[in-house]
């Protein structure tokens, strides 16, 4: 990604999740879906490709993080867009398994009416002084038709 791109991507993640954001080591992202307007970022997803496991089995994920729409631009449909590209990405492209995303309890509906599904946890993953458990919802995104598998997630690195 260009300097000034980054910069943009690090603005509307800034301006959207704040303090939110600090406090943890993060994974560094593998790919972006900018959404554009103009010459204003207007929705940004994050996706990093990741091999992680469940209860100790091998799981292909494309982890989706920095889901964001500049204020100003909600409502559109723009991050809609975004994560269907990134969805299309994920699955077509890298051929993961699942896509796997952490969020609150009120980003489910957005989550669930692009094909998301809560699965159980706990969610655990790599931090400067070891592992974390994290108690957010973990959503998956089938893209192999698999079941997903119970148990133990672990992200098998740092957070998304």
């Given at each position: 990604m260009a300097p000034s791109d980054q910069e943009h991507v690090d603005h509307l993640i800034g301006q959207v999740f704040g303090a939110e954001v600090?406090?943890?080591?993060w994974a560094d992202v593998d790919w972006h879906v900018?959404?554009?307007?103009?010459?204003?970022?207007a929705s940004h997803v994050e996706i990093i490709e990741r091999t992680g496991t469940v209860d100790g089995q091998s799981v292909r994920l494309g982890g989706i993080g920095g889901v964001a729409s500049a204020p100003e631009w909600r409502g559109r449909g723009l991050a809609t867009l975004a994560m269907e590209k990134a969805a299309e990405f994920m699955c077509d492209g890298l051929d993961v398994e699942f896509g796997l995303l952490i969020c609150g309890e009120e980003m489910i509906p957005f989550y669930h009416r692009?094909?998301?599904?809560?699965?159980?946890?706990?969610?655990?993953?790599?931090q400067p002084?070891?592992?974390v458990t994290f108690?957010?919802?973990v959503m998956v995104l089938p893209c192999?038709?698999?079941?997903?598998?119970?148990?133990t997630i672990d992200l098998c690195g740092l957070p998304w």
């Open positions: 600090a406090g943890y080591a900018l959404v554009w307007i103009e010459a204003e970022l692009l094909g998301w599904k809560v699965v159980g946890g706990p969610l655990v993953f790599d002084e070891g592992k108690d957010d919802v192999t038709g698999q079941e997903w598998p119970v148990g």
